[in-house]
């Protein structure tokens, strides 16, 4: 095994310690010997890969966010040819799978959370871009972020254990906010949107100028 690969295979023990630290003993208690104990490597090979707790938790966000990313490249590709609305279809079923599949992606969220809340910069940013992407593609900006925002309540609520639905109502949902047939009837285009909001003023600037 090579020295890329072998600092590889450390690094991916030593995260994958710091998952089984915070499940057990809760965020609290992970350090850097903590994670020596559980992995089995020594504390200088730990420090080797991450010279702070505060590094170890930024990896763990970031191990997510590309895991995410891994499911969401292709899916959007193939949303592209068959979705009106490629980029929020490709974020709903990216939520989806988070939350059919929630324990690393909650402890690395709850973790971050928890002891250092500025690193939720990171999922913030990459959150900004794709709402972003998702308002530019959309009839009715307000309406995709509705169905966005839906979306991750139901991830939020699956993720930490609050949700009282089943999966397979949480799937049906899913499922729901996925099809675009089901909100045509609900869209308000932006063109319309803006000269209904616009008509009092223009009937007021109006009776100004008859006065």
Known sequence: MDNASRSERSRNAALDAALAIIAR?????LTLDAIARESGLSK???MHQFRT????L???LERQMVRFEEFSTPYRAKARAESENPELATEIATVREAANAPNSAALALLAAMVENPDLMALPRDSDLKTIAAIKAEATDPDLAMLRWAAARGLMLGALFGMSPLPRPERDRLFARL?????WHGLEKPARSRSLKAGAPAAKGTSARKRA
Do not use: N, T, W
């Open 53 to 56: 707790k505060e590094a170890v």
């Open 44 to 46: 200088g090979g730990v």
């Open 25 to 29: 003993d809760g965020p609290g208690r």
């Open 178 to 182: 996925l099809d675009d047939s089901q």
């Open 58 to 60: 930024k990896a763990l």
